[in-house]
């Protein structure tokens, strides 16, 4: 079975400041990837997703994530965050059949400080 | 507009009274799935369905029932709620196969059982 972690549980960054969210997989072929992102009393957006060809995939709000298979990592960039960026953020994995939906890691939380 | 609805946004209940969440989705897909969402534990698989009259476990189906009687629907029932089903929930939908699995999620249903 497919697994997701996420090592961080809360992260700080200064509005301004470039921002990297870690997310690591377990999944025994090519997964399906994907991050979203929860605000405040909201259901989750899709922020980007990966399902083959170039390992760096843009998505938006400015955000981008690097698959690296060697490293089985998926993590979330950007390169200066703004106030509106709090929020959770989950990472998730699919293996593609849709059979059996997504796992998803247990979220980051990101506080954005003046 | 495509879409996933959930219907009701918030709800209160008792122990042991019966409800339903009800979930549709305009864009044909085959596949639907309930999550939960709990602080520290990200979101869970509740069920899922593949088609209609297709249904299955996913990780937390314990105390829930599902239905898919119609592509587009696929309610959430609690046949006996108790205090710890008290969560955020989400349906989301998806095409499966090798369309994919880019998932989309209603609003969430925040459900208290007092």
């Known amino acids: 079975a497919q697994s997701v972690t996420q090592p961080d549980i809360h992260i700080t960054v200064s509005e301004g400041a470039s921002l990297e969210l870690r997310c690591n997989y377990s999944?025994?072929?090519?997964?399906?990837l994907f991050w979203y992102v929860q605000s405040p009393g909201q259901g989750l957006q899709l922020l980007l997703k990966?399902?083959?060809?170039?390992?760096l995939v843009q998505g938006i709000k400015g955000f981008e994530a690097e698959f690296k298979r060697s490293q089985s990592s998926f993590n979330l960039r950007k390169p200066s965050v703004h106030w509106s960026d709090a929020a959770e953020y989950f990472c998730?994995?699919?293996?593609?059949?849709?059979?059996?939906?997504?796992?998803f890691g247990k979220g980051t939380h990101l506080i954005i400080q003046p | 507009e495509a879409q996933v609805t959930q219907n009701p946004r918030y709800l209160i209940t008792v122990t042991g009274k019966k409800l339903t969440v009800t979930c549709s989705q305009n864009?044909?897909?085959?596949?639907m799935s309930w999550y939960r969402q709990d602080p520290g534990l990200g979101l869970r698989q509740i069920y899922y369905?593949?088609?209609?009259?297709?249904?299955d476990k996913g990780d937390v189906p314990e105390g829930y029932k599902v239905s898919r009687k119609e592509k587009r629907n696929f309610p959430l029932i609690l046949e006996s709620p108790s205090p710890n089903q008290t969560s955020l929930y989400f349906c989301a939908s998806n095409f499966g196969g090798n369309r994919g699995t880019e998932a989309f999620f209603g609003q969430g249903t925040r459900l208290t059982v007092v």
């Open positions: 998730a994995v699919g293996t593609g059949g849709g059979a059996d939906g997504l796992t």
């Open positions: 369905s593949m088609n209609v009259e297709v249904t």
């Open positions: 999944y025994g072929a090519t997964p399906y």
């Open positions: 864009m044909n897909h085959e596949y």
């Open positions: 990966y399902f083959s060809g170039d390992t």
